[in-house]
């Protein structure tokens, strides 16, 4: 506790010394979430990311987030506090296989989850986030194929919401893809007045199960706004700091205990300090990948 705040008071004189920015995502460690000027969804942190006029941004996620910043702010510094957090559903589709997909499908718009590196959105048409998905499949014309990576579980889920049939990459997350129908049935047995909040990186048959499904934020949004007290949650804790900050009075049940993700609890405050004294490790992208995944990244943010 001590040297929790001892560590944060070095945070805060730090930022300042350094006009940085700390962006944090809410799958973060509290006491990082706590230090951080902005906390959200992916979406959010982009468009926030493109928008500082901070000098440096401490991004508190993982790689493609950092690298997301480092894309729309490329005169900033951008510091990933732990360079090894990765997302290894990014890590499940690579620059050379999505070519090789494109060869066999000429004329198909690629749809790029924003979880996927550089390279990959370079070779990419337009993003989105969990929190646009819908809209920005929606804003594709109806004749064109869609090639939608890397994650199916997200994928299958915006092909049902739209009704468009749309080619699916085989990949997924480690830590959603983790919750099984029978857990989250267990849960509702024990909780029945709870209503469950999924996100679409679960699997069909759990989202299936949802009361209401939504990006991170958007799962916060409603849980503030809803009359109910209870809820389960399916997606990573690091959630849960925010919806009892913002949601007084009201439970949260996760719909398994490995709701977890090492990849974003590896940042700790210990090394947003370090990043800020040190100014490492910076994360950049080479030009010639930047214009081109820029281009994806901001036909998304274009989307209204
Ligand atoms: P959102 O916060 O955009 O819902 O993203 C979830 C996620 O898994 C990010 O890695
Ligand atoms: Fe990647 Fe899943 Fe971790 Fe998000 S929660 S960073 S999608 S592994």
């Not at 809803?226 to 700091?241: C, N, P, R, V, Y």
Request: aromatic share 4%; glycine share 4%; charged share 25%.
């Amino acid at each position: 506790e001590e040297r929790i705040s001892q560590l944060t008071e070095e945070v805060k004189r730090l930022k300042k010394e350094r006009n940085a920015i700390i962006l944090a995502h809410v799958y973060q460690r509290p006491e990082v979430q706590e230090v951080a000027d902005i906390i959200g969804d992916s979406l959010e942190l982009s468009r926030r990311a493109a928008a500082t006029d901070a000098d440096v941004i401490v991004f508190c996620g993982v790689h493609f987030m950092a690298e997301s910043a480092a894309i729309l702010s490329p005169d900033k510094i951008v510091l990933l506090p732990e360079e090894n957090a990765g997302c290894p559903m990014a890590d499940m589709v690579t620059a050379e296989e999505l070519r090789a997909k494109k060869k066999e499908m000429p004329g198909a718009v690629v749809v790029a989850y924003v979880n996927t590196s550089a390279e990959v959105k370079a070779e990419s048409d337009i993003c989105c986030t969990s929190a646009n998905a819908v809209k920005i499949v929606r804003s594709i014309p109806e004749d064109k194929p869609i090639i939608f990576i890397p994650d199916k579980n997200l994928g299958a889920y915006v092909a049902t919401k739209t009704g468009r049939p749309m080619t699916l990459w085989e990949g997924w997350c480690n830590t959603h893809d983790w919750v099984t129908a029978e857990e989250v049935l267990k849960a509702k047995e024990e909780h029945p007045a709870a209503l469950v909040l999924i996100h679409p990186e679960c699997r069909p048959e759990v989202v299936a199960l949802a009361d209401y499904v939504s990006s991170t934020t958007g799962l916060i949004k409603f849980a503030k706004e809803s009359d109910a007290k209870e809820f389960i949650i399916g997606t990573e804790s690091g959630i849960l700091h925010q919806l009892y900050k913002q949601c007084p009075g009201k439970e949260f049940y996760l719909a398994t205990r490995r709701l977890v993700c090492p990849n974003m609890k590896a940042t700790t405050l210990g090394k947003v300090k370090e990043a800020l004294a040190t100014m490492q490790p910076r994360i950049t992208v080479p030009p010639h990948i930047r214009e081109k995944a820029l281009a994806c990244l901001e036909r998304m943010l274009a989307v209204k």
